[in-house]
């Protein structure tokens, strides 16, 4: 009932933080990819594609609440095709994304809450976030990504929320949590668009690791 396959993935994640008196520089990039290929396929397929920059810049406000600004970009590394079969039955592909198509680059100030490195929160209640696309992938009548035929960017103003959390649940298991959600004042603030990742990290030796990631 199954079909061979040969697949790898790669990826990256890895924090570098700054502190010095009043300022606070937190930063995290996170990379991935990931391709199949199955019997009955023509052709290699993804299963993951992401590369995706934080960071936050705080100034001590009061307790532990920094005035902060924040950047957030996220891309991916190839070429996205959509499958499907031609009159024959045989599979054919027609690409949809590319590298910087989409990219999106979200940014703004707001207010910084940090426990410690594995407990931190930034809420940025005027954040601008700006979608880039390749034109010649946009359609008529149709938005692709939000942006409309002809053009390549699309601008929104909104609420920012992001929170990270990472807690050990039992001896050399750890849990690495990430949410980042938005809300565009300019259309549709109701509709939230959601980003939520979950790394669980089990420590086998000093040299293996086996790692569970779930994404929303």
């Given at each position: 009932?199954?079909?061979?396959?040969?697949?790898?993935?790669?990826?990256?994640?890895?924090?570098?933080?700054?502190?010095?008196?009043?300022?606070?520089?937190?930063?995290?990039?996170?990379?991935?990819?990931?391709?199949?290929?199955?019997?009955?396929?023509?052709?290699?397929?993804?299963?993951?594609?992401?590369?995706e920059f934080n960071s936050v810049l705080g100034r001590k406000a009061f307790g532990e609440?920094?005035?902060?600004?924040?950047?957030?970009?996220?891309?991916?590394?190839?070429?996205?095709?959509?499958?499907?079969?031609?009159?024959?039955?045989?599979?054919?592909?027609?690409?949809?994304?590319?590298?910087?198509?989409?990219?999106?680059?979200?940014?703004?100030?707001?207010?910084?809450?940090?426990?410690?490195?594995?407990?931190?929160?930034?809420?940025?209640?005027?954040?601008?976030?700006?979608?880039?696309?390749?034109?010649?992938?946009?359609?008529?009548?149709?938005?692709?990504?939000?942006?409309?035929?002809?053009?390549?960017?699309?601008?929104?103003?909104?609420?920012?929320?992001?929170?990270?959390?990472?807690?050990?649940?039992?001896?050399?298991?750890?849990?690495?949590?990430?949410?980042?959600?938005?809300?565009?004042?300019?259309?549709?603030?109701?509709?939230?668009?959601?980003?939520?990742?979950?790394?669980?990290?089990?420590?086998?030796?000093?040299?293996?690791?086996?790692?569970?990631?779930?994404?929303?």
């Amino acid at each position: 009932g199954g079909e061979n396959n040969l697949s790898g993935n790669l990826s990256i994640n890895y924090d570098f933080n700054y502190k010095k008196d009043d300022l606070t520089w937190d930063n995290k990039v996170l990379a991935s990819y990931g391709l199949i290929q199955t019997k009955n396929s023509d052709f290699e397929k993804k299963t993951d594609d992401r590369f995706e920059f934080n960071s936050v810049l705080g100034r001590k406000a009061f307790g532990e609440w920094y005035y902060s600004f924040f950047l957030n970009f996220r891309t991916q590394f190839t070429k996205g095709y959509v499958y499907s079969k031609d009159a024959n039955g045989k599979e054919i592909r027609t690409q949809y994304t590319d590298i910087f198509s989409p990219a999106y680059l979200t940014f703004g100030p707001g207010m910084f809450w940090k426990k410690n490195d594995n407990l931190k929160v930034n809420l940025a209640p005027l954040t601008s976030k700006i979608t880039f696309v390749d034109s010649a992938f946009t359609l008529p009548e149709k938005a692709y990504f939000g942006v409309e035929e002809g053009k390549s960017t699309r601008y929104e103003l909104g609420f920012y929320a992001s929170g990270y959390y990472k807690l050990g649940l039992m001896l050399n298991v750890t849990m690495e949590n990430t949410l980042n959600l938005y809300s565009n004042y300019l259309e549709d603030p109701q509709n939230i668009d959601l980003d939520y990742t979950m790394n669980l990290a089990m420590r086998i030796n000093r040299y293996l690791t086996t790692n569970l990631v779930f994404q929303a």
